[in-house]
């Protein structure tokens, strides 16, 4: 395959492919000739002086000779005075077209999500790059260098680190689709996120932090939404703007059909007595009323900090947190009997595979329950 790069005061462009194949026996780096193919090396001529044409006029004006700008305005690539925007130009801009969706496929904790990832990768280039290195200084090393940034300078989790890592991959992307470099260098990372082991509370810690009471008002309603959230499933954000719009009644039986906020995947739930119990309790909740909403829920860093201190006092052993509800559905639901596929419906993921892998837990209690309904139904035959 035939290319080429410019070279300039010392420095070269990334190598630049011309789609031409060809045998090294049929062409003539000196006089550019292609032997028997008089179209492709008039178009090699045309290249050459397009190039030293574009280097006489920025030496005139005084501009910038970084040889792969000269060979993308003599590709036609970009004009004289266009800027191709820095990495972390590139980011912002990913950004701000992404912000564009915002209601309409796009939710507002997915937009702060890319944000953070922005910030952290902003302080990562320019810790390591400088803050004006531009998108052709990366090499598929920046891989390696993200991780150990990601996992030792700042000390976060490996998957977290893996999730910053597809976020750049999905900026280079956009930065190739618009030209402003020549490839992805992250285009065939392939990193693999560790799985974690599945907790979820138990029915006796539900019932222990049911029964706890506290004298604080607002350490009872935050145990109250917590729990709704295990009785439902419900994620923080669709607990949070929860409102009588989203109650319907199927077959005289009161359900919740909502799209979630995160992925706007419907969820539909059947609500059961206990979750039933707390929305007649805060039915006529001044906060609830004056908001329009079902419940009075705090924002999600006040819920996790409270629920530290309720669990504390529970003596639960799990620490508490808002997404540790809805993975406790899981079991809440195999208790009452339903399916795993019927509560993947419940909790409005697309797949079963999504609720098996990353919110159910395979439990001994369920075997054992199962094991005496069986001896329970062989006991009957004998007897009849």
Known sequence: MLGFRVRCCGKNSPFKSLGIKLKPNEFNSKTLQITGDPYNTARLVDLKASILKVFKERVLTGRSLDPTLIRDIALGLRAHDEQTPTIIEAITRWIEQKAKL????????????????????SEFVTNTYGKDATLDTLKPAVQHELLVYMKGDRKTGHNYAIKTIQFLKAILDYAVAYEW????????????????????????????????????????????VFLFCCYTGLAYTDVASLSKDYLITVDEIQCILKDRNKSGQQSFVPLFPEAKAI??????????????????????????????????????????????????????????????????????????????????????????????????????????
């Open 279 to 384: 929305l007649e309790k805060y039915r006529y909740h001044p906060i609830c009323r004056l908001k329009g909403i079902l419940l009075p829920v705090l924002s999600n860093q006040k819920m996790n900090k409270w629920l530290k201190v309720i669990g504390n006092v529970a003596g639960i052993k799990e620490p508490l947190h808002t997404h540790l509800a809805r993975k406790t559905f899981t079991m809440f639901a195999e208790e009452r009997g339903f399916k795993l596929d019927q509560t993947s419906i419940m909790m409005g993921h697309s797949r079963t595979y999504m609720t098996e892998q990353h919110y159910y837990k395979g439990r001994r209690e369920t075997v054992i329950k199962e094991f005496k309904k069986i001896q329970q139904n062989d006991s009957q035959k004998r007897a009849s």
């Open 181 to 224: 470099c020549d490839r992805n260098v992250l285009q065939s990372v392939r990193l693999n996120k560790q799985r974690k082991e599945v907790r979820t509370l138990t029915m006796n810690d539900l019932e222990t932090v049911k029964n706890t009471h506290f004298v604080e008002t607002t350490l009872n309603e935050v145990r109250d």
């Open 102 to 121: 915002l209601g309409n496929g796009l939710s507002l904790s997915s937009l702060k999500q890319y944000q953070r990832y922005g910030r952290i990768i």
